[in-house]
């Protein structure tokens, strides 16, 4: 990771822990299209939201995305996805399989477990690791929810959201 960049990582996570009580094994929730995605660039993920949070991680993922990864589990290359997701804590996020026979989109099942009485508050401090553009949009609204992407082998962490800012300030 470039200096400057790891600069402002670290930076802008104790900008975080300051203002909204963030503090270290970070709870990181991570999507379906994560593990794959760190699977194909051959990363260890772990690993990667440690160095670009500059702290602990306890890497998450939900059951709709656990059941996402199992039902491509015939695609290439998703085995190791699912053997990797294995190894990460299950977060409950109360779509039961009797309930919603199919699991529920990402943007739907994040958002649900981040922000449940949808009051724009992040109350669990978890930190967001998708791949998704839409699901990121969606939590720039929530207040304090640090935001993790891989664009080209490089994972990135997006700047505070001007609701975030606001509030720090």
Known sequence: MRGKRSKQYRKLMEQYCMTFGFR???QVLVDAEMVEDACRFKMDLAAGLERTVHGKVK???????IR???????EPGIRDAI?????????RCGHHPD???KPLSTLECLSSVVDPKQSGQNKHRYVVASQSQ???RKLRG???VPLIYIKRSVMILE????DSAERRR
Do not use: H, S
């Open 99 to 101: 309930e919603y026979p």
């Open 24 to 26: 270290e094994a970070y």
């Open 68 to 74: 996402k990864l199992y039902e491509k589990k015939n």
């Open 83 to 91: 053997e990797l997701a294995k190894n990460y804590e299950r977060r």
């Open 59 to 65: 890497p998450m993922i939900t059951q709709c995305e």
């Open 142 to 144: 929530v207040r304090a």
């Open 159 to 162: 700047p505070m959201a001007d």
């Open 134 to 136: 839409e699901v990121r």
